[in-house]
């Protein structure tokens, strides 16, 4: 038997077979099996198709065959319909007959049961030893519209307009309605697939197959789960190199916050892991699948803006405002126009209209008003894209008329500059906007929409003109020494435990990262410790159990000499006892008085595996959020990212006459972090929390730190 390629070509069978059968089919109206046979037939496949059904001789107008050997020769894709039960001994006759792809409508399978589950591994295991790539359990199918395949293996009767984008939807019902919404918005696909339970075929290896596919330039995904996300992150930015893909990760709230033991902990999610991957990856995320289908529809059709700098023209004050306003709030600019393109402007527009950025037309409806407009203002130097807003006169100007006006300006602007409306009709959109020498301009239904869409594509222009950079790898001694200390620190440990402090130290001074002079110190002889160190000094608790110091009182600053030093250890001991602990000692640290507080951490999330955090650090760091999370390795590019989506930004760049800090030290420690959690995956949280980042040319400085590392027994 000829195994199919592993790679994205694997996929033929299931997208391009030369013959199908439908395993299930039926002449009842309102059965599965039914449906999908009589798409295939109404839908107009080129290829063969073969009705499998015991209980019947024909099915709609062809004959039924008892079995797939009954047919008498191999066949490329078989959907299979049929009851649970009876699905393993199917995929057991496609192996013996020499099927190259199925698909498996069935539910009732790892979805619903421990039992369903391993008949799933069990059917999918004895699949890939053939070489065979299998679509669901528990999917709706997939078709392809390319007018030399034409297939639906689907059971929905919606057959979805020809067009460049691939969707992938992980749920099968809502397969069912973002076919009917494609249908609705005349967007055109190239295919579509249910994948149900991604027991074999994944999100993963469909990027992989439409990044090679010619006939698909936008990459849709429905999300529910990932089953190998470090995976999608290696293919996906290659990818999105190429074409825009752009998802929606259902389960924002469901993911919820998962009961910490650290700061970097507290703050993370299964939803900001997904957001760390797309952000690393360029996949466009959006909250809804109204958005979606926004930003596909101006992907799809128009080039990515250069620059955030965005012309507007209206026939109406209202909707260009709240345009102009969501335009500022998603990040792109409204800038002044050239004085050449307003006395252009004034030649022709009525003295009491408006030749600033926005363009308002005062309620001319007059096409050729529109077109001179939207030419001039789309051929200014200093606009990057074009939206038109237009809203239809109640008795005067066809709508078809201006569609058809804007269509043709569109035509006389760059090329390289994406022309986007906002057609204010009940109505809709007249299909005049689309007949110009430019093909599709997207409409949108209302103002904030086009301005959500575009700010997503120059997002995407944005990533694509990043440097992929490097990430940070340890010399060889080095890791040698970073693993002698992890596997002495799991020797002892019976439990994921926290390192102690001069482990944590020795940790930190081996991957090069600062921190601030200190002595774990007896009690009795803190004062001397001080004396040592130098004033002024910290003290903090050394207490079994002790993980936040500063909420118990752990920790006392500001002190002078050795006699504050004296009664900042009574005062421990007093709090050390409030809250049932027992101070067995104190960590003496210089203290830090300058530098701007910050926090690099990391933690374990069981799907994702590591993530490293940065952002606003000190004891409000779960209170203010502002942080940044990325999956390691952590790149030079992804770190600079990271900081500079920081709303704290400003602190960091000597916000009204503060210092500057020294963001490329901080930069180089989140690397640093990165590459730590790489050489010792047995660190399952790490906070470096406050951070003190210093000024330019003095690095940072680690005020306190606490790593906690996982068993051997856990490993």
């Not at 078989?78 to 069935?106: M, N």
């Not at 701007?596 to 990391?602: A, K, N, W």
């Not at 942080?627 to 602190?651: C, E, H, Q, Y």
């Not at 949280?685 to 000024?695: A, G, K, S, W």
Request: charged share 20%; aromatic share 4%.
């Amino acid at each position: 038997m000829n195994k199919q390629p592993a790679g994205p070509r694997g996929l033929d069978p299931l997208f391009r077979p030369a013959s199908v059968a439908v395993v299930g089919a039926s002449q009842k109206p309102n059965s599965i099996g039914g449906a999908i046979l009589g798409n295939l037939i109404r839908d107009g496949y080129s290829g063969r198709i073969y009705a499998v059904n015991p209980n019947a001789e024909t099915i709609k107008g062809l004959a039924a065959h008892p079995t797939l050997a009954a047919i008498g020769h191999p066949v490329d894709l078989v959907v299979i319909a049929v009851p649970a039960r009876f699905v393993e001994s199917v995929v057991d006759d496609c192996i013996a007959t020499g099927a190259r792809g199925i698909v498996i409508i069935t539910s009732g399978f790892a979805e619903s049961s421990e039992e369903g589950r391993r008949t799933e591994k069990r059917i999918i295991a004895k699949a890939r030893a053939a070489g065979i790539r299998t679509v669901g359990p528990n999917c709706m199918g997939l078709l392809n519209t390319d007018a030399k395949i034409r297939l639906n293996v689907t059971f929905t009767p919606i057959w979805p307009p020809t067009g460049n984008i691939g969707i992938l939807s992980q749920s099968g019902a809502l397969g069912l309605t973002i076919l009917d919404h494609v249908r609705e918005l005349n967007l055109g696909i190239s295919s579509f697939i249910s994948v149900g339970n991604k027991a074999d075929v994944s999100g993963n290896d469909l990027i992989e197959y439409w990044a090679d596919d010619p006939n698909t330039d936008v990459i849709l995904l429905y999300l529910e789960s990932f089953g190998n996300p470090r995976k999608f992150g290696r293919i996906v930015p290659r990818v999105a190199r190429k074409k825009p893909i752009v998802a929606v990760k259902a389960g924002r709230s469901a993911a919820g916050r998962r009961a910490a033991s650290s700061h970097s902990a507290a703050l993370a999610s299964m939803d900001v892991a997904v957001d760390a991957l797309f952000e690393q990856s360029g996949v466009l995320r959006t909250d809804t699948l109204e958005s979606m289908f926004d930003v596909a529809a101006l992907l799809a059709t128009q080039p990515l803006p250069a620059g955030p700098r965005v012309g507007v023209i209206s026939n109406a004050g209202g909707p260009a405002i709240l345009l102009a306003d969501a335009c500022e709030a998603e990040g792109l600019k409204l800038p002044e126009l050239a004085p050449e393109t307003i006395n252009s402007l004034r030649e022709f527009l009525p003295p009491h209209a408006g030749f600033q950025n926005p363009v308002d037309l005062v309620g001319s409806d007059q096409p050729e008003d529109f077109h001179r407009a939207v030419q001039m203002v789309g051929n200014d130097p200093n606009v990057d894209a074009v939206i038109v807003v237009f809203i239809p006169p109640l008795l005067t100007t066809r709508p078809e008329d201006v569609a058809a006006a804007i269509a043709r300006a569109a035509s006389e602007i760059p090329a390289d500059r994406p022309v986007l409306n906002v057609f204010l009709s009940s109505r809709g959109t007249p299909a005049m906007l689309g007949a110009g020498p430019r093909g599709r301009i997207p409409s949108f239904r209302y103002p904030e929409n086009a301005a959500i869409s575009l700010a997503a594509s120059y997002r995407l222009s944005q990533w694509r003109r990043r440097p992929e950079g490097q990430a940070l790898k340890f010399p060889e001694p080095t890791v040698a020494r970073i693993r002698a200390i992890i596997e002495s620190a799991q020797a002892t440990a019976a439990e994921p435990g926290w390192l102690s402090a001069d482990q944590t130290g020795e940790l930190l001074d081996a991957t090069g990262i600062s921190m601030a002079k200190a002595e774990l110190s007896p009690v009795e002889s803190a004062p001397h410790a001080a004396d040592r160190l130098g004033y002024p000094v910290v003290l903090k608790a050394i207490a079994p159990g002790l993980v936040h110091k500063s909420d118990v009182g752990g920790v006392v600053l500001d002190l002078e000499n050795a006699e504050e030093v004296r009664d900042a250890i009574t005062q421990l001991k007093s709090r050390m006892t409030k809250a049932g602990l027992k101070l067995e000692g104190v960590l003496v640290q210089r203290q830090i008085d300058s530098g701007i507080e910050m926090i690099v951490g990391t933690v374990t999330d069981p799907v994702f595996g590591p993530l490293v955090v940065c952002g606003m650090g000190g004891v409000h760091v779960e209170v203010l959020k502002d942080v940044a999370f990325r999956l390691t390795p952590v790149r030079d590019a992804d770190a600079k990212d990271m900081i500079a989506g920081l709303k704290s930004l400003p602190l960091l760049r000597g916000y009204r006459g503060s210092p500057l800090a020294d963001e490329q030290a901080l930069a180089s420690t989140i690397m640093k972090v990165s590459a730590l959690i790489e050489v010792a995956p047995e660190i399952v949280d790490l906070d470096l929390n406050p951070l003190m980042v210093l000024e330019p040319g003095k690095g940072i400085v680690v005020a306190d730190a606490r790593i906690r590392v996982q068993s051997k027994a856990d490993g």
